[in-house]
Every structure is written in structure tokens, then in C-alpha cells.
T-cell receptor, first 112, second 109 residues
Framework: SQTIHQWPATLVQPVGSPLSLECTVE??????LYWYRQAAGRGLQLLFY??????ISSEVPQNLSASRPQDRQFILSSKKLLLSDSGFYLC???????????FGSGTRLTVV | EDQVTQSPEALRLQEGESSSLNCSYT??????LFWYRQDPGKGPEFLFTLYSAGEEKEKERLKATLTKKESFLHITAPKPEDSATYLCALSYNTDKLIFGTGTRLQVFP
């Protein structure tokens, strides 16, 4: 069966520090991978998506970047965090053609 | 312009009091409409996918329906454990899902 792992569950980081959030998928090959951010009381905002290794599409210009070094690994990074980067980050995968997403358990990031 | 709009933003129900959540959309060429449940501090959990107008799907106390412009999530005789945020999402011309802002449901015993 397919599973998705996302870590860490919670993270408190000072302003200006780097960030690395990792997401891995098991039990499927060549998935579409997504990073979303959810601000308190708001909907899900798509940050990045990837249809293959090394292929990254950015939806919103910001302080973050994403990479896909392996087929089932998706990494969200920042060189210097801002206060506005705080939020709930969710990784998800889907199979092509477009279908429902399966989400990870999320990372609560607080930048202080 | 918002492509997916959910209403109401919040809904309080007494246990056993049936109601419906609405998801309206403005895109054309809908490829799929999805309903998710999200508990606080957790990732959304998939509930249903609807692909064409007139389609209905059921799971326990939940039933989702789809028309050409909106979808409803009907909750029959809800229980406190149904309390959660319900998210609607749709895909139309890409592999990306566009999410609504959700309806926060609270069911009181």
C-alpha cells in the first residue's frame, strides 16, 4: 500500500535560520508531488509541485524553494526564514492523470 | 476571482441535526471534484471524488452530490466525531487541485 511520510511534525526556528522539510512516498512510482502551506483559518495554498525528478514548478514567488532529488523524495527549503514563513506545511502525492491527493501528516513551523 | 467557494464558513449542529455543506465553482471543463476531511493539526483525509454532474457517493453519514456548478456534502444525523473542517477541491486543466477555504463543522451532543 502507498504511504507518505513527512517530518518533522513540529519545528520552531529563529528568523534568518535555514529550513529543510522532507517528504517521502512509498508504494508508488513516478508520483506527482506537492507542497502546500495552510495559514491559520485559511485554505491550502499550493507552493510547489513536481511531475518528475528535478522538475519543479513554483506557484508563488517567495522565500522558499523545493527540490526532488529522487523519484519519491520531495524537499522544501529556505536559506533564511522570515516570520511570514510560519504555517502548517503539507506534502501530498497523486498519480497521473489527475486524481485525488494523499496528504502527509504535516509540519507545524513557527518562526520566532 | 475565487474559483472554489465553500459555505458556510462555520456550522454548528446538534447531534442528529442533518445539514448540508456547499461547494460552488466557476471553472469550466471540470475533471474532478474532491471532498476532504481535516482534523485540527492533521493533514486532510480523502473522502470522495465526483467526476460528472448527477453523480453521488456515500460513506456512512456522508453523501456527496455534484451538479454543473456546485457540490453538496450532506451530513445525516451527525455525531460529535463528525466535527472537523471539510474541504472541497477541484481539478480542471492541470494536475493541480484548487482548494476552497473549508467549512468548519462542530457537532454538539
Amino acid at each position: 500500500s502507498q504511504t507518505i511520510h513527512q517530518w518533522p511534525a513540529t519545528l520552531v526556528q529563529p528568523v534568518g535560520s535555514p529550513l529543510s522539510l522532507e517528504c517521502t512516498v512509498e508504494g508508488t512510482s513516478n508520483p506527482n508531488l506537492y507542497w502546500y502551506r495552510q495559514a491559520a483559518g485559511r485554505g491550502l495554498q499550493l507552493l510547489f509541485y513536481s511531475v518528475g525528478i528535478g522538475q519543479i514548478s513554483s506557484e508563488v514567488p517567495q522565500n522558499l524553494s523545493a527540490s526532488r532529488p529522487q523519484d519519491r523524495q520531495f524537499i522544501l527549503s529556505s536559506k533564511k526564514l522570515l516570520l511570514s514563513d510560519s504555517g502548517f506545511y503539507l506534502c501530498a502525492w497523486s498519480v497521473r492523470p489527475s486524481g485525488g491527493y494523499t496528504f502527509g501528516s504535516g509540519t507545524r513551523l513557527t518562526v520566532v | 476571482e475565487d474559483q472554489v467557494t465553500q459555505s458556510p464558513e462555520a456550522l454548528r449542529l446538534q447531534e442528529g441535526e442533518s445539514s448540508s455543506l456547499n461547494c460552488s465553482y466557476t471553472v469550466s471543463g471540470l475533471r474532478g471534484l474532491f471532498w476532504y476531511r481535516q482534523d485540527p493539526g492533521k493533514g486532510p483525509e480523502f473522502l470522495f471524488t465526483l467526476y460528472s454532474a448527477g453523480e453521488e457517493k456515500e460513506k456512512e453519514r456522508l453523501k456527496a452530490t455534484l451538479t454543473k456548478k456546485e457540490s453538496f456534502l450532506h451530513i445525516t444525523a451527525p455525531k460529535p466525531e463528525d466535527s472537523a473542517t471539510y474541504l472541497c477541491a477541484l481539478s480542471y486543466n492541470t494536475d493541480k487541485l484548487i482548494f476552497g477555504t473549508g467549512t468548519r463543522l462542530q457537532v454538539f451532543p
